[in-house]
């Protein structure tokens, strides 16, 4: 095979320039859109026109005047440092002309000489309607140029990362614009210039998007994401623990003491519940276990359980580090049963009095123990889950307490809950006594309330003080057992808790981490992580909470895009929009930490991937598009996909193997989306970083393929000399390092060396190397220059060629002919030119006159027989084969040939 080595690779000189920029480009400056360019929400489809949107503004805000509005464009209003300004002077003038009905004096000539860049003189003859009309027009205009450049600035915010705008975002951005489009009837234009100005100096210093930099608390995170990670890959199941690796994080890290009680809770609720999601695989089953009765009471347990530990906790450190001295007034032999302090139930009993305003020393039970009422004590022993301290001060107290002790006894040997019997003769019997005023009845009537569940209402403001507080006192009075929120008009069913929760606890009115801890101790984990989601400050946390939710198997997630929103609700069950919170967060700091945005998109490799209409790739599933967007959006190929070795060189050399890309670990088959890349890297243009992905991933028949187009490209759309050798020794060397990697010679290769073998001919004969050019031909018989090779030539042209090559054999045969006729003029100009005498010197004899010239006739009528035989092989293949791309080829030809005369 012929090819050309001879000319170096210069990859600044490959052909295929890429497509032209038509779309908005980034961090340009901002132009004034076309007509039709106005944002769809901005249409009157959608409820406000930008007809609405100017009549608006110019109904108000009649301080905004100002000059040189006729040659003011959007363009300028974003350049000006500030507001155009214009003489007071003029405008007063009008006005008070417009105000008295009276025309203009002498006076105001001067000053009202110039307005919006031309001159108007204005005198006893001018109308005032006329003025007024002007300068009505002027401010028309300069607020349809600044509300059309603000819509333009909409359409780039949205075009700016494509489908990484998620809709919550995008949803927030159009309500702070139609805001400020409204803002102006009664802040003034001015004051949205100022904003317009404002944003834009943001724009030019702020960062790009995904440029934040991870705290180290997110770095830990990562740390042990990637960790889980590994062991996923590792056992393919999940890890279900992984709330509470991420909770060990604030063991050792000092932070923000509600971020730290936000985790505990979450861990603490979630771990328990979890017990029983072990066989639970797909999402219907997860609802289903969310929605059991095992679930009800498993998460009810947990929560009581740690809302009873942190009061302890907190109780136990105020014993150790006491604000005052009562140790005084604890007794000293206090009882302490099964590790249950009773020093720490009494301070707690104390704090809470306190809390309440009610005197130690007033008591209408008459009982007092350790100078505290005994029911206060009661009550704070089973708040703080301390049932054998509560029932060690029943037993101490009066008749009543030592025959309440019963209860309390079975309330803890059934973990939380009485017998039907006991507990329908606690209901009667709290239902019939007669609530006295008292301090002691206040806890009396809480204690036979919660343990009778008699009155799931009511909310003890007496002695409530906390969130947590009213949680216990409702999770403690919730019926596990109840399948419906309607089995009883008394019963408080978990459904019904969760429902008052969410109407106690409503966005924007209440504090984020007390309603996430709500939302949590309640079961309803979606709720709780979109409210820590909305909240720029624990986005992070929520993300991974989400995460360690999925990995627990007890978090319902949603497929489906909800707009302005991260949840969806469906058949009374919350959903949340997994992949809007995973991509929102990674896609903050993903230009700068690629490896931990990786990390966190890996979680993503269950859901399926979004379907937009302006990318024509198919793949699996969403981490694989979230791969392509981050290698796409940064250029990062080497380091995201690794370097293709060089064959042979490892063996040779000894060379080790180049490092693998950072998604080999997560994603060992990306082909899709190296694929996916290439496609279009090529498209646009860079074909030798195109084609080093397709090597990078050993897709060669796929690069070859590309490289077959190409070449066939340059063929029928003739480019300079100088691209055409680039073109040619790029897949040069790509053909020899296939064939020194002992690649497999498929067809797609084979056709790659015909269009090599048929770029040197064209390049032969572009540098009129006839001879040179022919003698390729005859060496690779691709268009016959012998009769007897016709058949064989068509032969092959039907089953050898792909079709890439088949639409250049047409021009391919045009310019074989042409090299044909070109070398038959040389070989006959030389000829010709020859001299005549058989010798140098020899006499010119008449006799030798007439033997050279028979000899010369004989030569021509030899070399125009051999060059006809030679075309009218080539006219026969031509014949033979389709010529859709040269359709007049067959008169082409016959034209050439009639020049071996």
Not at 149 to 171: F, G, H, M, N
Not at 653 to 664: N, Q
Not at 735 to 755: K, S
Request: hydrophobic content about 40%; overall charge neutral; glycine content about 6%.
């Amino acid at each position: 095979m012929e090819w050309n080595h001879s000319t170096p690779f210069n990859q600044s000189s490959v052909v295929a320039s890429g497509i032209s920029a038509g779309g908005i480009q980034l961090n340009s400056s901002r132009t004034l859109p076309a007509a039709g360019n106005i944002p769809s929400w901005l249409t009157p489809s959608a409820g406000n026109s930008l007809a609405s949107l100017r009549s608006l503004v110019n109904q108000s805000d009649g301080q905004a005047r100002w000059s040189g509005m006729s040659s003011m464009t959007a363009s300028n209003l974003m350049a000006a440092e500030a507001p155009p300004q214009v003489a007071n002077s003029f405008l007063e003038a009008t006005e008070r002309l417009l105000k008295d009905g009276s025309q203009y004096k002498q006076k105001h000539e001067d000053a009202s000489r110039s307005l919006a860049g031309t001159f108007l003189t204005v005198g006893a003859e001018q109308h005032p309607e006329s003025v007024k009309d002007f300068l009505d027009k002027k401010r028309q205009e300069a607020r349809g140029a600044l509300i059309e450049s603000e819509a333009s600035v909409c359409i780039q915010a949205k075009r700016r990362e494509a489908y990484l705008t998620p809709d919550i975002e995008w949803e927030k951005f159009k309500e702070n614009a139609v805001s400020q489009y409204l803002g102006a009837g009664s802040g003034g234009m001015l004051a949205l210039l100022r904003s317009q100005k404002q944003q834009r100096s943001l724009d030019v210093s702020g960062s790009q998007l995904g440029d934040r930099q991870l705290t180290k608390e997110e770095l830990l995170f990562i740390q042990t994401l990637r960790d889980c990670n590994d062991e996923i890959l590792t056992t393919h199941s999940a890890v279900s623990n992984l709330l509470e690796r991420f909770s060990a994080i604030f063991t050792t890290l000092s932070t923000d003491k509600a971020v730290r009680e936000l985790w505990n809770a979450f861990s603490a609720v979630v771990g328990h519940a979890r017990s029983d999601a072990r066989a639970v695989t797909t999402q219907d089953q997860v609802a289903a276990f969310r929605s059991s009765e095992s679930f009800n009471k498993l998460l009810i347990a947990g929560a009581r359980s740690y809302l009873e530990l942190s009061a302890y906790t907190v109780a136990e450190e105020q014993v150790r580090n006491p604000v005052r001295d009562v140790s005084n007034e604890l007794s000293s032999n206090a009882a302490s049963s099964g590790g249950e302090s009773t020093n720490v139930v009494v301070a707690y009993a104390r704090a809470q009095l306190s809390k309440s305003r009610l005197s130690l020393g007033e008591s209408t039970s008459g009982t007092r123990l350790h100078g505290v009422p005994v029911w206060a004590l009661i009550y704070s022993a089973i708040r703080l889950g301390a049932l054998r301290t509560a029932v060690t001060f029943c037993s101490q107290g009066d008749e009543s307490t030592r025959d309440f002790a019963r209860y309390i006894t079975e309330y803890q040997r059934n973990n939380g809950a009485l017998l039907a019997s006991s507990l329908h003769e606690l209901q009667t019997t709290y239902r019939n006594q007669n609530p006295a005023s008292g301090n002691s009845d206040l806890y009396k009537q809480a204690v036979m309330a919660i343990i009778s569940r008699a009155e799931p209402e009511q909310d003890f403001g007496g002695i409530i003080h906390s969130v947590h507080d009213w949680l216990w006192t409702k999770l403690a009075q919730t019926d596990t057992s109840a399948s419906s929120p309607s089995s009883s008009s008394i019963d408080l069913t978990l459904q019904k808790l969760q429902h008052t929760v969410r109407s106690r606890f409503p966005a924007k009115q209440t504090d984020d981490c007390e309603a996430f801890l709500a939302f949590v101790l309640t079961g309803q984990f979606e709720l709780a992580v979109e409210r820590l989601f909305l909240n720029v400050k624990f986005r992070s946390h929520a993300a991974f909470m989400a995460i360690g939710l999925k990995q627990a198997k007890v978090l319902l997630i949603s497929h489906e895009t909800q707009l302005a929103s991260v949840l969806l609700k469906r058949d009374g069950l919350f959903f949340l929009d997994l992949a809007s919170v995973v991509r929102i967060y990674a896609d903050g700091f993903r230009r700068r930490h690629l490896e931990p945005a990786l990390e966190v998109y890996f979680h993503l490799s269950e859901t399926p991937a979004v379907k937009v209409s302006h990318y024509d790739h198919q793949f699996s599933n969403l981490f694989e598009f979230c791969v392509y967007k981050l290698a796409k959006d940064t250029g990062n190929y080497a380091e995201l996909f690794g370097v293709a070795d060089a064959p042979g060189t490892a063996a040779v050399a000894g060379l080790a193997v180049p490092r693998k890309g950072l998604v080999h670990r997560l994603l060992p088959d990306a082909t899709r989306v190296v694929v996916a890349l290439a496609q279009d890297l090529i498209q646009n243009g860079e074909l030798v970083e195109g084609l080093e992905l397709y090597e990078t991933t050993k897709q060669m028949t796929a690069m070859f393929r590309v490289l077959l187009k190409v070449l066939a490209d340059d063929v029928l759309f003739p480019t300079t000399a100088r691209q055409r050798q680039s073109l040619l020794n790029l897949a040069t060397k790509y053909a020899e390092r296939f064939q020194v990697a002992g690649g497999h010679d498929d067809v797609t290769v084979r056709n790659v060396y015909v269009m090599l073998d048929l770029l040197t001919f064209l390049n032969r004969v572009d540098n009129q190397e006839y001879r040179q050019a022919l003698a390729i031909m005859r060496n690779i018989n691709l268009i016959p220059l012998e009769q007897n090779a016709v058949g064989t030539a068509v032969a092959a042209y039907q089953a050898d060629l792909l079709p890439e090559v088949r639409e250049c054999i047409p021009f391919v045969t045009l310019q074989t002919m042409q090299a044909l006729v070109s070398c038959y003029a040389a070989e006959k100009e030389r000829i010709l030119s020859s001299r005549i005498g058989a010798e140098v010197g020899s006499p010119l004899r008449t006799a030798n006159l007439l033997v050279s010239g028979v000899r010369l006739s004989d030569g021509l009528i030899k070399l125009q027989a051999t060059y006809r035989k030679q075309s009218h092989a080539i006219l026969d293949f031509g014949n033979k084969i389709p010529s859709q791309q040269l359709p007049n080829l067959m008169d082409l030809l016959i034209k050439l040939e009639g020049a071996l005369i």
